[in-house]
T-cell receptor, first 114, second 113 residues
Framework: KAGVTQTPRYLIKTRGQQVTLSCSPI?????VSWYQQTPGQGLQFLFE???????NKGNFPGRFSGRQFSNSRSEMNVSTLELGDSALYLC?????????????FGPGTRLTVL | QKEVEQNSGPLSVPEGAIASLNCTYS??????FFWYRQYSGKSPELIMS????GDKEDGRFTAQLNKASQYVSLLIRDSQPSDSATYLC?????????????FGAGTRLAVHP
């Protein structure tokens, strides 16, 4: 099976802009989670989607949002970008997201905010 | 107290030695525990998952879980230079919601020839 794919791989934006990142999970996986990784804060959970519903959300401002489509593909959006949003954004998929599933990570999107 | 704690390292071991990586967690309701390896500039890849108390072995890797002590460890036998990476301990925050992995800060492992 093909792994988790994320597009784009690299992105450069300026403060105040918005950005949309895309994630295609492993075929058959219905749960998609998003994480932010920075040198200072490490890997932090953003949100998790299952069957087009957000089931859990991390401690991030409302500028961070996401959605999931009927084919399980997911997008996350960051509006009004700040310098501190520069990070590696990782998407992970798992079959059912029942808490015991293994999450498999995509290659990530590296976002740089200037 | 951080939810998942790991020594940041670096942990330096000679080639062929056993590397021992440790992790403690605070949520007693946690059900699932994972070790991921992350090479610089890459995304995390799963090494081991463990759900029950005791040891779980897979090749050169052994994960150990002690829920009473809220402790997870990873042993790497016959360490190779290619094992040099950051090892992330992750706990599924079951009581906090589905599929919410809480990560430690990671331990950098350096295996020198």
């Amino acid at each position: 099976k093909a792994g988790v794919t994320q597009t784009p791989r690299y992105l450069i934006k300026t403060r105040g802009q918005q950005v949309t990142l895309s994630c295609s999970p492993i075929s058959g996986h219905r749960s998609v989670s998003w994480y932010q990784q920075t040198p200072g804060q490490g890997l932090q959970f953003l949100f998790e989607y299952f069957s087009e519903t957000q089931r859990n959300k991390g401690n991030f401002p409302g500028r961070f949002s996401g959605r999931q489509f009927s084919n399980s593909r997911s997008e996350m959006n960051v509006s009004t970008l700040e310098l501190g949003d520069s990070a590696l954004y990782l998407c992970a998929s798992s079959p059912e997201g029942d808490g015991t599933d293994t999450q498999y990570f995509g290659p990530g999107t590296r976002l740089t905010v200037l | 107290q951080k939810e998942v704690e790991q020594n940041s390292g670096p942990l330096s071991v000679p080639e062929g030695a056993i590397a021992s990586l440790n992790c403690t967690y605070s949520d007693r309701g946690s059900q699932s525990f994972f070790w991921y390896r992350q090479y610089s500039g890459k995304s995390p890849e799963l090494i081991m998952s463990i759900y029950s108390n005791g040891d779980k072995e897979d090749g050169r890797f052994t994960a150990q879980l002690n829920k009473a002590s809220q402790y997870v460890s990873l042993l790497i036998r016959d360490s190779q230079p290619s094992d040099s990476a950051t090892y992330l301990c992750a706990v599924n925050g079951f009581s906090g919601g589905y599929n919410k992995l809480i990560f430690g800060a990671g331990t950098r492992l350096a295996v020198h020839p």
